[in-house]
Each structure stands twice: as structure tokens, then as C-alpha cells.
């Protein structure tokens, strides 16, 4: 029984770091630029068919480092595209309505997909978890999936630099007074546009680095930029706007009350997701943390 | 004069601030009633506790005698109180004319007659020649036709004046009225209140920082600072009361 | 009076074009194929959701992303009605399809006005929206994630005879009537004291809260009469597609009035309209582009809304607004 | 991999431009001379992308042989090509406008959702429809329309052969359970298999069999933890899988590590051909598939190898997916029917069609009159990964004759056990 809990917890916290790894660049984008970026997921997507083609080149077992290796590799490619993205259209974005720029990024996440097709076919493919992350450990009778050890330890590493940088360095710290008040800023000599491009660049290299990351945890198919967006829109807003703390916090309540409903009330798997962001908000309207912290 | 407005024991707070601290304050029918004080001591607070835009934490309003502590702002706009902002707000996407017909339609609605049913496609004739009317009066009408966003200021602050005069209100309550306007205007301003005031049967409550429109409407005066009242009555009183002085000059000046 | 900046020219154009519009959409069965009178069928029904939707959005402010649920609950209501008593008339499941979507509105109007606002409320009518996805995906009673299939097109008893709607293109008439009559009664709405008073207080909730109006109230109205409509055109789709399934109530639902009303222009009553024909038109268009239709698609959507932020219809009439303004000062200057 | 992809994609879109030519929205002929005109029907896009595309190169294989030979009743056969995009409101959309462009006899059709809502619209538009894949039971059931015909295998006929090969090859495995995504076709599918098990068990292995209650699974989802959990915590030592394509691509990757392959054996998958083993290759564990036709089944029979010749030479694939097959039959079936039905009238077609018996790759079929079932063999393989070029071999295949297994025809009524 506590076995059973213990992993039902685990398999919770490995579906929360996943989502967060994706919710990570979302919500900081969207603290700065007040653009909730649809086409998230289908640049995640992209960072996890580049990882695939990547490893494919290499001969022999991937090991660990080397995995690592490329999916840094695809963050920074996919970092440039984000460059690219926001040169050609969030620049545009800024002037306009808020809903604007979700039809501006949905679009692109029609073009992800289209794009997506045209290089790597519509057929499914799978990626294996590099040698090393393919086993399970044993823990008394409960089997630990290396791999998904390794999706926690992904999360629970990326939040904390993204909350070092965050909080404890100059262009962090900048950044948040950037996405309190941009006007203040730009009074107090700050490079706002500079700060804009920064943001926009990180948050895709994160969507690239969590395509990476989790190019073995699921199949990849074309309607994989769908697949994490919307609960990932769930964990940013529970989160609070533009919180990565929120964001952290949110994933693992979001996971752990999906986890334990999806094992306890089989009969309606997934709804608890749902209910709990409704719930979250009705009593926290505001997410459960707010301003970019 | 009767008692329109009574604050009993009014205290307000956010978490981490104490804004108004046991306020108690009589607005009487017909007077014309100014609150002072420095930034920050409270008064567009007790003006949005006063109007029901916020709620008091402990302490009671009473309109005409009842109870209005519970009444949403909207409630208690329905019984005869209006207001204006430091910010005229009116709406921008529209014609100043638009912005008079929905005032128009909107006391129409409170009294529930047929020019104000919400199945009404167009405004009624009589409601069209009444906004005209009123422009009229206000030196408006030229600019009918034009957005209010692209008014200017004093248009602006005439504008927001005429629309909450157009509901009739009983008890109107001006934050700071003559706010951002030159000298002349002012002068203007503090003849059209004063008038209005008159002519048609109004009490009024205002805020102000400009001395001489202060002087100038007010036939009653109070003066906050810190969230409390240290003085309150005759302007005259009011300016040679000790405790204002000492406030406002320093101890030493208060026996000069 | 004049009310909008609209010139007597543009807006004697934009009447022409809408009657140009419904021309087309009165006689497509006498002159095209009957995939493309099955898709028009659709689309009419699909601009009574998004104009409908867009009495919240550009006309009150209010996101929703669960717009959906109403067009679920219509069509579900109306169809299961079909099933459980065949024998009473179709227009009694229609009305009550459209009740049932204003009281899902008011249920979950109150619950999300009440709490949240701006992209909160889209994301809490998001998760409240997915709700009544998954529980009807798994409902026995309306066809679990397969959905109600076979549904027959009704006779309706007009008192003098009794009119079979199976036969030919009567359905298609009887949804272009329908939905011209619920435009009607939402262009109505839009231009009426209530649509006035909701933009006004989209633009400035506390002046007219200080009009003595109600602001939750007025919203909470928004959002019913919003959805009762959604599902009234929920519940003529029904017989029309023969088929309802979940996807119907899914949240990539929900984004396509929104998508409609931007491309279109969400602050015109005919924007969405606009964009509802637009889109299906680039989808007709791209259909037999297998592998390439989703960049053509995302491609065009794309530079339509960089380059006309307004949407087609508010782009149009403010290209509209300069050339006649030129034109005025040209005639200015020749007659000085 | 990537490069024959792309030729596909663009190959296809060649198909797509000349049919797109074609379909001009304002024609409106239904032509009594030249080409008979069949109208392809399926997911060209979406999710079920990599089904539909096989299904329609199977289509024009068989199309383009016909047409070699001289075509039927002398007549070519012209085809056009529309996506469904796995919709059933799209679906009905893109038939309605085939038959508007004189396509009454179409065919294909992967999810069975879109076959439901054009089934039932094919009355009205005079039209007649053969599904390759859609393997609702309702289409020969409670849905049942004269309109409608299955050219391949159902459920009850597939499961229970499944669950024949078990109890024949594995007696002594009595304890089964289930991994089911939560939808009608997962459902319909347990149900039979558990049918099966329950016939076939006592019958052949002279055991009972106990049967667990099956894991009910999400669908479209990235984790399926909680559900492998679930599965290993089944006392049942057999199971059967109907998750699809890519879920369960996600579901067996996600079971890996907690030895769900070791402890659980065998492993029945309801229908994944070798979408699901091709993408995991060397990691794809051991179970037994159930396919629409699988070409290694039906050497010598020359319609079999010329297709799967023809079939290679295009892709490059070895492992061929059973839709090609199942594409290439319909086809056949409608060139035979045409023989007798040579108006191509829709009543004359669907009378040419019930009791029709063709050949196929799979060999002879019979179209039942009664239900529009087919009676054909059920085809399993056993298939897991190797360090080959293929990353796959396929270990064995056991074809199970269709009449065997296939469930009594009862056009209109619901299927109860």
C-alpha cells in the first residue's frame, strides 16, 4: 500500500517536471511579453524530432552525456529560431491586442505542425532513453524508472537555475522590473527591447531543451506540439502570470492530484487536471503566486 | 437642513496599512462640502468607501437616513449619488453624443420607463433632443460628433460633469474637479459647480488641492490627515483651528 | 444619428456585400456540389457561434475558452431529445438545446465572473469547458467519445401541413432561415440599448457602474444570452451533420469562434461572419493539398493577422475611412 | 527514412494537385460512359495520417493494375482522392462532395467515427461505401445500413482469433488481462477477446480461464504510468493491448524499464500492424499483432507478391502495413461487382456486392449478403525487435480461417455476449 502510494507520487512528480519543463519558457514569455505562445508545444516538438535526428546520427548506444549533449544543442538551435520568431513576429505582436498574439502564435503552431510533416514524414517515431536511463532501479519492491528519475532531476535542475537567475543575478533582477513595469524601466535607461528578445530567445531554447529532455518519454508524431500545451496553459495560470515559482509549485499539485484521481477514480481518467485548475482558481483567482518571481 | 449623509465609525485597512481610522462626518442637504488634506491621507479612499466602490471594514454609512453600508456602488448610484474621477472617464471608443445618450438611457433605466428597455434598438427622440440639449448647455455641441478620446482636458472633465449630472443625482461627489486646469478655467469650473449647485437642488462633496476653488465651493470644510479627521466645519473656523495650523505650518506656527 | 465613424458610402458597400453573401449562401444548391452546400450548411451555423461568441468577446471584453460546451450542450440536448421523444416537434429539442446551453452559461457565468477576469477567466472557462468534454465523453447516455450518429433531419408541423426537412436541400433552407433569423435577433442585440451598454462598459466598467448598472449582472447576461444562442446553433447542427461526437465540446473547438472574430475583426458585428468564411474558404481551398494544407493555412492566418491587426473587416473599413477622407479633401481643395 | 518520407509526402501531393484539379466544386456530372469514377475516402492528415496514406497507395495500385488490364467492362476507373482528416464532420463533408462530383462508390476510411457519420448519410446520397478499416461493430450491427460492406475482418472475428492462438499456443497461461483505451473500439475489443477466452480456453486448453478486469486508459495522452502501474499490479499473467499508433508507442516505451515485458507474456495487440514496431525497432518487446493482411502470410499467391513487390519498390518499406492490402481489395471487390452492375447505378452495385466472391492478396473472399461482413482470414504475427537493418523480424504468423471465428450476421441488432 505504501509502495502503491509512493509510486502513484512518482509517477505524479515524473508527469509534473514534464509539464513544467515545457510550462518553464511559456510562462516566461509570458510574464514579459504578455503573449501566451500557442505554437509552445510545437516548438517543443521541434526540439524533440531534432533531438531524434540528432542521436540517429550517432553510432553505437547513446550514453548519457551525449544525450545531454544534443538536447542543449537543440535548445540553442531552437534559441536562434526563437530569435528569428521574434524579429519576424513578435516585434509585430507587441503593438496589438493581447488576443491577437494568440492567433498569431496559433497559427505558427499550425505551421510547426505542417513544417514538422514536410521534413520528417507523418509516421510515429520513437526515440529510446539514452544507455543508462533505460532500466529501472529496484527500491525494496518498487520499481524506480531511471528515466523517469532522470525527468524529475530535469525539472527540479532547470527550475532551480531559472530561479538562481531569477533572483540572484543582475539580468534576472532586471528582468523582473522589466515585466513589472517596462515603462519605469525603459526611464531607468534599461534596454527593454533587448530584454524582450532575451526573454523570447530563452523561453524557446527551454521549449527546445524540454523537447530534448522528453523526446524518450512519448511518441513523436506530428500532433505532439498539442499533447502538452494545453496543460501546460493549466500550470502557468495556476501558477500565477509569469511565475516560474508558481509555475513549480502548480506542476507538482496539477500532477500529483491528476496522479493519485487517475489511479483512484479510473473511471474518468484526466479529469482531475480540470478540476483542480478550476478549483485552483475560483479560490485563488489570481494564481497561487503572482509577478515574475 | 436634514442629515443626507451620515459616516459613523468608518475604519479602513489594507493588510499592511491603516488608511481611515474611525471617521465620522455629516454631509448636510444643500451644502456644499470640501475635503482636505495632504496626499495620502485618505481621501479618495473615503470616497470610494462613500460611493461603495470599496467597503469600510467596520463602521456604518447612512444615506437619507438608512443604512448604505452593503450597497454596491451601482445601488447606491440608484438612490441619488454620482461621482466623478481625478481622471475623467468616459468611453473613449465613442461620440460624446454616444457617451450622453448612454447616461440618458441609463437614468431612464433606474426609473424604469420606456426609454430605458434594453430591446430598445434606437435611442427615443425625446432622449436624442434631451443630450442635445445638455451639450448645449455645456458648450459641447460642436463637438457632437467627436470621439471622446480625441476631447481635451477641460472638454473631458465638462463631459464626465454632464454625464453624471444626467442621472439626476441627489448627493454628487467631484475628486478633485479642477485638476490639471488653467487658472481661467478654474474660475469657470468653481461658477458652473456653484450654479449647478443652485439651480438645481444639489449637495456636494469634493476634494480639492487648489485653495481658492476650496474657498471658492466650499460652504462646509473637513480636514483629513493620517486616515483621521482633525477638523471639520465653517471654512473660516476650519482655517484658524490650532490643530489644522500645527498640521499645516508646524507647532510653533499654531500660536502665531 | 450618427453613431461609429462609418461614412454613408462604406456603409451602403458593407450592406452590398452582405447581401451579396447571403445571395450566394440562398442559391449555392442550385449551382454547386453537394460536399460544398453541406460545408456552406456548416459554416452558416458556425458564424451564428462565432457573431454569437463575439457578444462577449468585442463587445463585452470577455475571453472565453469554453465557448464550446454551449455548442455541445445545444447539439447534445437537442439530439438525445430526438432520441428519447421522437414524437414531440424538433423545434421544441431546438429550444429547449438553447436553454440548456443559457442555463450552463448562467451556471458557469456565475461561478467564473464571479472569481476571475481577463486571462484568468479564459483559462478557468478552459478547464470548466474540458469538464463537460471528458464527462460527455464518457456519458452512456450520449454516445460515450463515439458520439450520437444517424440523426434523422425532422418534419416539422407548420398547423396548415406538415414539411419533411430529409428531403433534398429543405434542411439546408430551413438552417439558412434559422440562422438568419438568431443573426437577426443578435444583430439586435449588438446594436440595441443592451449591446451599447455592454461596450460602454467594456471600455470603462467604473463610469458606467456610476450609471447605476450592475456590472456583474450585465456581464452574467452577456455570457447567457452569448451561450443560449451558441447552443441554439449547437442544437440546428445536429440534423444537419447527422453526427455529434465529443469533439465538438473539445477546447480546439472553443478556439475556433475566437479565431473567427480575430481574423474577421472582433469589433464589428460582421467580422466574425467575415472570418468564419475566410477560414473555411483557405480550408476548402488547401483540402486536396495533402502534406501542405497545415503551412498554407498557418502561413495565411499568420500574415493576415500581421498584417491587418484589425482583423478584414476593421482593416477594410479603416482603408475605407482614409480613401474617403482623401477623397474629401481632394474635393476640398478643387472647390477651393 | 527521412528522405523516402519526404518523396511520399510529395508524391502524394502530386496525387492531391490532380485530384484537387479534378474536383472542381461546380461540376455536377454523374457520367453513364468513360471511367467509372470511385472516390477515396480517408485521413490524409491528422493523427491518422500514417494509415490513410498506405490505405491510399494500396488503392492506386490496385486502380492502376486494373487499368493495365484493360480496365471493366472495357471502362477505366478514374479515381479521386479526398481527405477526412480522422473528422467525422469533414468526412461527411469531403463524401458529400464525391458524390457531387459523380463518385458514388467510395471507399476506404480509417477511424471508425468517420465511418459511422458517412454510413448513415449514404442512404440519402445514393451512394455506397466499402470501409478498410474501420472496425466499429456497430457498421454491421445496430447501425447497419444496405449501403454500407466491410471489406476486412471485425473485432469479434480478430479478438477471438487472438484469443484462439492463445489458447492454443500458451494453455497454460489461464490469467489474462487488459491495458483498453476507453473508447467504443477499445471496448468492443476486450469485449470479444474476452469472448474468446472464454470459448477458446475450455475448448483447447481444457482450462478456465480467469480474467481480470482491464485497465481503462486515456487516449491521446504523453503518460501512461499510472496505468503500466496499474497493469503490473494485475495478478494476470497474458495481456491484451488495443491501445493505437502513437499511444502505444508511448505506453510500451513508458512500460519498458518496470520489466512489464518480462513479467507479462504474452502480449496481444489488437491492431497495431507494424506502425508501433517500425518506430521502436530494436526496443520493440515481443507480442502477437493482429493485421489486416501481412504479405509474408500469402506467398504464392500472385496478387499477394505483386502487390507487396510494387508496394516496397514505392516506399522502401519491407514491413508492410495491412491497410495497403485492405485498400487494394476494395478496390478489386468494386471492379468485380462492376462486372455484373456495369450502369455503376448505386442500387445495381450494392446488389452486385452482397454474396460477392473476389479475388484478393489475401486470397478468395465472400462478401456476406446478409450484413455486408466479409468473410476473410485473420492474420497474427508474432514480431519483435532485432539487431537487423529493420530493427524488426517477424518470429511467426498464424492465419486463422475467417468463416471460423466470425460472429453470426445480425444486420440491426446489437452485439451482446
Known sequence: MVGDFLLVGLNGMTWAMAVFLVAAGLTLIFGILHILNFSHGGFVMIGAYLTYTLINQTSGPTGIFVFLAVAVLCAAVVGVLGYVIDRTVFERLKAVDDSYSLIA??????????????????????????????????????????????????????FLVLDFWIHRTRSGKVMQSVALDPWMANVLGININAMFTTAVVAGFALAGLAGGLLAPNQSLSPGLGGTYIIQAFGVIIVGGIGNVRGAFIAALVLGMIDAFGTVYVPEYPGIFFYIAVAGILMYRPQGLLSGIR | MSNLLEVRGVNFAYPSLKVLTDINLTIREGESHVIIGPNGAGKTTLFKVLSGEMFAKSGQVFYEGQDVSALDAWQRVHRGIGRTFQMARLFVEQTVLDNVIMALESRERIKKTAHGRWWRLSPTKEIVEEAHLRLAEYGLLKRVDDL????????????????????????????????????????????????????????????????????????????????????????????????????????????? | MSRGQNTSSTTSAANAAILAAALVFATLPLWADKGLVFLAGIVMVQIVFAVSFNLMFGLTGLVSFGQAAFFAAGAYTAAWLGRAVPELPFLIFCLAGGLVGALLALLIGVVALRRASGIYFAILTLALGQLVYTLIGKSDALGREDGLVGIKRPVIDLFVGTLDL???????????????????????????????????????????????????????????????????????????????????????????????????????????????IVFAGLEYATRTMVGVSELIVGGALLVVVLAMPGGIVGTLSLLARKLTKNGKERLNEQSA | MVRTTRRNALKLLGVGVAAGALGMPWVRNAQASGPYKIGFLGSLSGPAESLGAPMLEGVKIAVEDINAAGGTNGRQLELVVRDDKAKPDVGTAAARELVGEGCSMLLGVVSSAVALAVSAVLQQEDAVLITCAAHSMRLTKEDFNRNYFRITDNPFMRQRAQAHVMAERFGEVTTWGGLIPDHEYGRSTWECFDNGLKTYYPELAKAEPTISKPVMTTYGGSDYRNFVASAMRDPAVGFFVSAYGGDAITMYQQALP????????????????????????????????????????????????????????????????????????????????????????????????????????????????????????????????????????????????????????????????
Open chain 3, 166 to 276: 430529409s428531403i433534398g436541400d429543405r434542411y439546408y433552407y430551413f438552417l439558412l432561415v434559422a440562422c438568419g433569423i438568431l443573426l437577426g435577433l443578435l444583430w439586435w442585440v449588438w446594436h440595441g440599448q443592451l449591446g451599447r451598454l455592454l461596450a460602454a462598459l467594456r471600455q470603462d466598467a467604473e463610469r458606467i457602474r456610476f450609471f447605476g448598472v450592475n456590472v456583474r449582472r450585465y456581464r452574467e447576461i452577456a455570457f447567457i444570452i452569448s451561450g443560449g444562442v451558441t447552443a441554439l446553433a449547437g442544437a440546428l447542427v445536429a440534423p444537419w451533420s447527422q453526427i455529434i461526437t465529443p469533439a465538438i465540446a473539445h477546447w480546439s473547438y472553443s478556439a475556433l469562434p475566437i479565431l473567427f472574430c480575430l481574423l474577421g475583426g472582433a469589433s464589428r458585428f460582421w467580422g466574425p461572419a467575415v472570418g468564419a
Open chain 2, 148 to 256: 471622446a478620446a480625441n476631447l481635451s482636458h477641460g472638454d473631458k472633465k465638462r463631459l464626465e460633469l454632464l454625464l453624471t449630472l444626467a442621472l439626476r443625482p441627489k448627493l454628487i461627489m467631484l475628486d478633485e474637479p479642477t485638476a490639471g486646469m488653467a487658472p481661467e478655467d478654474r474660475r469657470a469650473a468653481i461658477e458652473t459647480i456653484n450654479r449647478l449647485r443652485q439651480s438645481e437642488g444639489l449637495t456636494l462633496l469634493l476634494t480639492e488641492h487648489d485653495m481658492e476653488v476650496v474657498f471658492g465651493l466650499a460652504t462646509r470644510l473637513t480636514v483629513l490627515n493620517h486616515g483621521e479627521i482633525i477638523a471639520s466645519g465653517d471654512p473660516e473656523e476650519v482655517r484658524r483651528d490650532p490643530t489644522v495650523r500645527s498640521i499645516y505650518f508646524g507647532k510653533g506656527a499654531a500660536h502665531a
Open chain 1, 105 to 158: 502564435t496559433y497559427a505558427m503552431l499550425i505551421l510547426c505542425e505542417g513544417g514538422v510533416k514536410l521534413v520528417w514524414g507523418p509516421d510515429f517515431i520513437a526515440l529510446p532513453p539514452p544507455a543508462g536511463l533505460d532500466g529501472a532501479l529496484l527500491l525494496g519492491d518498487l520499481f524506480i524508472p531511471s528515466y523517469s528519475l532522470f525527468v524529475i532531476l530535469s525539472g527540479i535542475v532547470v
Open chain 4, 258 to 417: 518496470y520489466g512489464f515485458f518480462k513479467k507479462k507474456h504474452p502480449i496481444v495487440d489488437a491492431a497495431n500492424e507494424f506502425i508501433v514496431a517500425r518506430a521502436m525497432k530494436e526496443n520493440f518487446p515481443e507480442m502477437w499483432i493482429g493485421s489486416h493482411w501481412y504479405s509474408g502470410a500469402f506467398t504464392g499467391n500472385p496478387m499477394n507478391d505483386e502487390l507487396a513487390r510494387k508496394m516496397t519498390e514505392r516506399t522502401g518499406i519491407k514491413f508492410l502495413d495491412g491497410f495497403i492490402g485492405e485498400g487494394y481489395s476494395a478496390v478489386r471487390a468494386y471492379a468485380e461487382a462492376l462486372k455484373t452492375a456495369d450502369s455503376g447505378k448505386t442500387a445495381d452495385v450494392i446488389k452486385a456486392l452482397e454474396g460477392l466472391t473476389f479475388d484478393s492478396p489475401t486470397g478468395k473472399r465472400t462478401i456476406r449478403a446478409e450484413d455486408h461482413q466479409t468473410i476473410k482470414p485473420v492474420v497474427l504475427y508474432r514480431v519483435r525487435g532485432a539487431s537487423n537493418a529493420d530493427g524488426i523480424e517477424v518470429v511467426e504468423h498464424r492465419v486463422i480461417d475467417g468463416a471460423t471465428v466470425i460472429d453470426p450476421a445480425t444486420p440491426g441488432v446489437k452485439l451482446t455476449f
